[in-house]
């Protein structure tokens, strides 16, 4: 049994509404509801719309409920551009979310706290204005959070340089192409650049700040962060299930903003242990025709089986041709969405071929999965650095001079991957992340404890 440490305090949590940052915020609200909190996560009528979902609706343990952020009908592709995107739902999330709060304290049950992700710094302006606690919850690791931090007080120069490598306490020496491109060339990210960085404009103002990490995956960087800018760690935010099997799996209390194909579960269970590559690039990354067309070649010339999960908006750059000869080899399987997680634990999947998402990586670490890495954009180079360098649990594939990775070194890293010495010492490794995973998150570990001291500052407030 869970120790109760509060009573019926009530946290109202504000992802920024994309799938990768909603995740991590709703496991992290079903772990609090365990502990005796109410917990409330608000996200857009848009989502609630797609997902014909209904205000003040129960997501298991969480209820969740939905506000406007002026694009009700579309979502982001409704709008002309990501500015346009970011300061219309500023705008509008900022009133929407003030007549809420208002709201919700006008009935018995009134808000202590929100919780949110300083990609929506204005949350926290809207809470502090209603005299509420407010605690930032970085959903991205720890080390590309203090490397934003260093470019927001000026102690990093961007662009980068080229040619000479980063160096931040607690942190490897980053290079050009380990750095996440919002830093590496902002110019080209004018936008987010400015989203990632102003996180830090305000977060004086936050009473804690929490991270979607675990102590000793990023020892160093929280040591060194800190110093300046306390963080918590509170990760991972997998679910309880996978990482202790003795817990109920709750696998139908989640928000896919996808449809969701179960089908891969009983085809994994027809296949040999260790034979299948599981392929996702989670829910935003786009690779041009001919990137796809070198990633079906080396997937069928491997010779193993593979798992290929190709959202609705990507299908369009894999050709039907492609497709076909997919189809043709026998042992390729193409998903929309897919249960991630519970794909990631059956024993026939012998290495991820992923983006490097912050989800997707920490997914993989607690779950022992070595990774094949081709990050695209963000965090992801970053997370990959990390991957390959220093928690040695994957290996990073190299791009030829025009950007594009070819399907002779896609096909050479599955290999090293699934066949080789190397691969077999990544397995260890990342057996050795898992153990150290569930450590932080049972009782009396490092996670637990942080997410204790939350409810604890709750109690006071
Ligand atoms: N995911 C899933 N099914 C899929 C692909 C991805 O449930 O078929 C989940 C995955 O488990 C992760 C999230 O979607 O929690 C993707 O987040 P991540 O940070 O890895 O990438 P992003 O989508 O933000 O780029």
Not at 288 to 307: D, K, P, R, V, Y
Request: hydrophobic share 40%; proline share 5%.
């Amino acid at each position: 049994m869970e120790e109760k440490v509060s009573g019926c305090k009530h946290v109202l949590m504000v992802p920024y509404p994309s799938q990768g940052h909603i995740n991590p915020m709703l496991q992290f609200s079903k772990r609090l509801c365990s502990k005796g909190v109410r917990v409330t996560m608000l996200t857009t009528i848009f989502i609630s719309n797609s997902m014909h979902l209904q205000s003040s609706s129960l997501l298991g343990s969480v209820h969740l409920d939905f506000i406007s952020d002026g694009y009700d009908e579309g979502g982001f592709a409704e709008a002309a551009s990501v500015e346009t995107y970011l300061s219309r739902m500023e705008e509008v999330g900022s009133k929407s979310l003030r007549e809420f709060i208002k709201k919700q304290s006008s009935s018995d049950e009134g808000i202590d706290c929100v919780v949110y992700d300083p990609l929506v710094i204005w949350v926290l302006d809207v809470a502090k204005e209603l005299g509420l606690m407010g605690a930032a919850f970085f959903t991205q690791m720890c080390a590309v959070n203090y490397i934003y931090y260093h470019v927001y007080h000026g102690l990093l120069k961007v662009p980068i340089s080229s040619s000479l490598p980063i160096s931040i306490e607690g942190l490897p020496l980053l290079h050009f192409k380990d750095a996440p491109p919002f830093v590496s060339d902002p110019a080209f990210y004018p936008a987010y650049f400015e989203l990632v960085v102003k996180q830090f404009s305000n977060i004086h103002k936050a009473d804690l700040l929490l991270v979607n990490s675990f102590y000793k995956l990023e020892d160093q960087v929280v040591d060194a962060m800190s110093k300046v800018c306390p963080v918590l760690t509170i990760g991972p935010t997998v679910p309880s299930f996978h990482l202790d099997k003795t817990i109920p799996n709750d696998r139908d209390n989640v928000l896919n903003l996808f449809e969701l194909d179960s089908s891969p579960i009983s085809w994994l269970k027809q296949k040999p242990a260790q034979s299948v590559i599981y392929v996702s690039f989670g829910s935003m990354v786009c690779f041009s025709s001919h990137q796809m067309e070198e990633i079906a070649f080396a997937l069928i010339q491997t010779g193993f089986n593979f798992l290929w999960v190709i959202p609705d908006f990507h299908t369009k750059n894999l050709s039907e041709e492609m497709g076909k000869k997919i189809e043709a080899c026998g042992r390729g399987l193409i998903v929309n969405w897919t249960p991630q997680l519970e794909v990631l634990s059956n024993d026939a999947v012998g290495c991820f071929f992923t983006h490097c998402g912050w989800n997707s990586t920490l997914e993989a670490l607690c779950l022992g999965v070595p990774m094949v890495a081709l990050p695209q954009w963000t965090d992801q180079p970053t997370n990959a650095k990390f991957v390959e360098d220093v928690w040695k649990v994957g290996i990073r594939m190299k791009e030829d001079e025009n950007g594009i990775v070819r399907r002779d070194e896609i096909q050479s890293c599955i290999r090293v991957v699934m066949e080789k010495e190397l691969g077999r010492e990544m397995r260890i490794n990342a057996k050795k992340w898992k153990d150290l995973a569930v450590e932080a998150v049972t009782q009396g570990g490092t996670s637990d404890h942080n997410i204790n001291e939350f409810i604890k500052n709750l109690k006071k407030s």
